[in-house]
């Protein structure tokens, strides 16, 4: 892994290679880089996965076996701007399946508790500017969503 630009660091217990592979497998322009393992003497068993380097959607990530101390919280989301609701299902979906939560707003967890924030790209745009009535109407019917759709944000920002 180079190091110039930025990497996120996710900090796993026992799951960091099968985490890695997980959002491979989720996302356009991805891949499985370097796996380290534990050598003698080290916190974990000899042998097992210290860090696996991946790509996901082209941004670099280091998934990292650091045992049970610290959780992934809400403090921390990634979010994913797309183009239109079927990317929204489908980011939806894939992210939710195997154990992830549904949350409000567009947020979810997915199976290893990573909060991420799946939205349209014209978020900001329906939510905020000079209309106030407008961005009122989209922001009141965002935040009675799980799921965002974007034909409703867009009817109730239209006033319909």
């Given at each position: 892994?180079?190091?110039?630009?930025?990497?996120?660091?996710?900090?796993?217990?026992?799951?960091?290679?099968?985490?890695?592979?997980?959002?491979?497998?989720?996302?356009?322009?991805?891949?499985?880089?370097?796996?380290?393992?534990?050598?003698?003497?080290?916190?974990?068993p000899a042998g097992s996965v210290l860090t696996v380097e991946f790509t996901a959607n082209g941004h670099k990530f280091l998934a990292l076996n650091g045992g049970p101390e610290f959780k992934f919280t809400e403090a921390i989301s990634f979010m994913i701007f797309c183009q239109n609701q079927e990317e929204i299902d489908y980011y939806w979906t894939k992210l939710t399946e195997g154990g992830g939560e549904p949350g409000p707003c567009g947020w979810l967890k997915d199976r290893y508790g990573v909060s991420w924030q799946v939205i349209p790209d014209r978020l900001i745009e329906l939510t905020t500017g000079p209309?106030?009535?407008?961005?009122?109407?989209?922001?009141?019917?965002?935040?009675?969503?799980?799921?965002?759709?974007?034909?409703?944000l867009e009817k109730a920002a239209a006033g319909e």
């Open positions: 892994m180079t190091t110039d630009g930025f990497t996120t660091c996710l900090w796993f217990d026992g799951q960091a290679e099968e985490a890695a592979h997980y959002y491979v497998s989720v996302f356009k322009n991805s891949s499985i880089g370097r796996l380290e393992r534990y050598p003698e003497g080290a916190p974990q209309d106030q009535e407008k961005a009122g109407r989209a922001m009141k019917a965002m935040m009675s969503m799980g799921k965002l759709d974007i034909a409703a």
